[in-house]
């Protein structure tokens, strides 16, 4: 027990603690802090972890459990627990960075955003929302591991402007959006796509009454500046 602890559990320990560290960090002053490039969040903070942790698992941990004297199925299992293991921690410590660096700038209205530098998340003190030109779109996605339920989600984006603006029929381009969504599950049976598709509808409807009676959050929310571009 002592020398397997030697030979394979300290080593992953330093290994996973030292790629944890090293990579939250080089995340944080990198894209966060010096700002020298903009990846898409979802290859920073998911497909570069998990690309690097199998490289790990492959480079440092192999020979170690090729070392062991177990079957080879119980060696790939192994090794897809290690990279599981290496792989959780950085994904939720980008999460966690991304979430702690995101700065909130409070301004008066919509137009104050194009004057600042960039912010994640914006506080606007007053403002109109232009209901009537939103966007809307659908996704679906199976709600469950065997696919007979799906899960219907109607997304919503609402442009707004300074609340002193009285004619926004002048203005051509909105810089300032809130959205908002509403999702529902339905049961996926083949025997029954028109009764399905009819709750759809049904549900689609629903979701765009509901957009137009909403009441939007005034005091914190996230403001896309190019969300249309």
Known sequence: MIEKLRKLYIPFLILSVGYLVGYTLLNWLIIYQLRLIEPKEELVNIWVPMGLSGLLVLLFMRSRIKALKIGDKAKEFLGVIFWLLLTAPVIFGQFYVETKSGKLTE?????????????????????????????????????????????????????????????????????????????????????????????????????????????FNTSYWICNKNLHD
């Open 107 to 215: 301004v008066n209205m919509p137009s104050e955003i194009e004057k600042l530098k960039d912010s994640k998340y914006y506080s606007i003190n007053a403002y109109t929302d232009l209901k009537q030109y939103g966007g809307l779109w659908t996704t679906r996605v199976s709600a469950n591991k065997h696919g007979t339920e799906i899960r219907i989600t109607c997304h919503f984006t609402c442009p707004v402007i300074d609340k002193s603006i009285e004619n926004p029929n002048t203005i051509r381009e909105f810089n300032s959006w809130l959205g908002v969504t509403f999702s529902e599950t339905f049961g996926n049976r083949a025997f029954d796509e028109d009764g399905q598709r009819e709750l759809i509808n049904d549900f689609i409807q629903e979701s765009i009454k509901k957009y137009e009676n909403h009441i």
